[in-house]
């Protein structure tokens, strides 16, 4: 947030009026930016391009119309409409990259030049301005690096989303043909991939880190043409991956595979929170109102209890949804990945370059959505899910092919 570059202006998050008051700086600054950004979506030379887009993706239209509605019978009308806004503000900023006239440009632009600052920012940061680049736990004293983020799971996203960014980019420069400018464009991504590596050990985000081998393992999937030719195949593979990391993870963790990505049996200490929060649940059907479950009475009640830091999420994208939308809500959610995911199919027969990119980001989105909170406005891992799964019509992808 803006607020917090100026010490002292940022909302405090842990207390339960600092969730509901928000700040009168950022939501100036959000909403400057969503005026901006609709006065560019309506411009002449994206006009006909953002229909475009809006036909092909009722799912999205109707899940971001069911949120709006259900601020009618939220607690925090006014918090939860505020919160929409900057949900409404993600839609618009993604679909300015979407529109693009050189859509494969826009997408390299967007995930690869804030890596080159970003990623070796963050090291700088915490080697030699520890005082910047590093928290401590208020509640435990442990310290933890952050670099150019506000929190440990924060720089692991970092990391995440534009590490998947320099690996696809790369890929596609040493397919490309020769131009002046490759030895150059490959050296910089190479060296940022590595720097990606290391903070990726100083961060200690093990969602993170698996999920970044998971997108980059189908981003160097998808290059063999023979795989792509074969959707079936494709929807397999995916379906096998996610099949086994929701049996690793949720079903069976005795198995092994949340020791092997750093985490105890009790997902440090998700599963207490999801045993206490589901008993609290508003409307099964309509849920608490859109991004209204965790404010007054209730968020008390939580932090009434003893737990290692206060928290004001489920770290679980998928039952948070249900505390704030109910059983309406997952139902749109379903219907927009399958939706997205019908989408991705056909990017990766019109467009390879971009389906690759999707199908990552796909995969990524929902995998991490299972420990923590992502389905939330400005996050993100949000982000490049609505980027994975908001269909790009063929007429707009057969222009990148």
């Known amino acids: 947030m803006v607020s917090q ?24 600054v959000f909403a400057f930016l969503l005026v901006v950004g609709l006065a560019v979506l309506l411009g002449r030379q994206r006009r006909a391009r953002v ?6 993706n009722k799912p999205l239209i109707l899940f971001m119309l069911y949120c709006l509605v259900s601020v009618m019978w939220s607690d925090y009308p006014m918090v939860s409409f505020k919160r929409w806004t900057k949900a409404l503000g993600d839609v618009t900023m993604v679909l300015i990259v979407l529109t693009d006239l050189d859509l494969g440009a826009s997408l390299s632009q967007f995930l690869v030049r804030p890596a080159f600052t970003l990623i070796p920012l963050s090291i700088v940061l915490i080697r030699y301005y520890p005082s910047l680049g590093r928290q401590y736990s208020p509640w435990t004293g442990e310290v933890y690096n952050v670099g150019v983020a506000t929190g440990k799971n924060s720089l692991g996203y970092v990391c995440l989303i534009f590490g998947l960014g320099c690996v696809w980019s790369l890929l596609d420069v040493l397919r490309a043909k020769e131009s002046s400018r490759k030895a150059g464009s490959i050296t910089a ?14 961060a200690h985000s093990a969602t993170s880190f698996a999920c970044f081998m998971i997108g980059s393992g189908l981003i160097v999937a998808t290059r063999l043409r023979w795989l792509i030719r074969k959707p079936a195949l494709v929807s397999v593979m995916v379906g096998l991956l996610l ?9 069976d963790p005795s198995v092994g595979l949340v020791e092997a990505v750093g985490r105890n049996a009790t997902l440090t200490g998700r599963i207490d929170i999801w045993k206490e929060v589901l008993p609290m649940t508003v409307n099964p059907l309509l849920g608490a109102g859109y991004e209204s479950f965790w404010l007054g009475p209730r968020l008390e009640k939580i932090w009434s209890k003893e737990w290692d830091e206060r928290p004001n999420q489920a770290h679980n994208g998928y039952l948070e949804v249900y505390l704030d939308l109910g059983w309406v809500g997952i139902a749109l959610l379903g219907l927009l990945m399958a939706w997205g995911y019908r989408g991705i199919l056909r990017a990766l027969h019109s467009s390879s370059a971009i389906g690759r990119l999707k199908l990552a980001f796909f995969p ?7 420990t923590e909170h992502a389905f939330r406005e400005l996050h993100p891992v949000w982000i490049i899910f609505l980027l994975a799964v908001m269909v790009i019509p063929d007429s707009l992808l057969q222009e990148v092919a």
């Not at 229909?51 to 092909?56: E, H, K, P, S």
């Not at 099949?243 to 079903?251: C, K, P």
């Open 5 to 28: 570059w100026l010490v002292g202006f940022g909302k405090n998050e842990n207390t339960v009026s600092g969730l509901e008051e928000g700040n009168s700086l950022d939501a100036a």
């Open 51 to 56: 229909a475009a887009i809006l036909r092909a």
């Open 189 to 202: 991504q190479v060296a940022t991939l590595v720097l990606t590596l290391w903070l990726f050990r100083m």
């Open 243 to 251: 099949s086994v990391v929701l049996y690793g993870l949720l079903i």
């Open 364 to 370: 990524v989105a929902a995998i991490y959505n299972l």
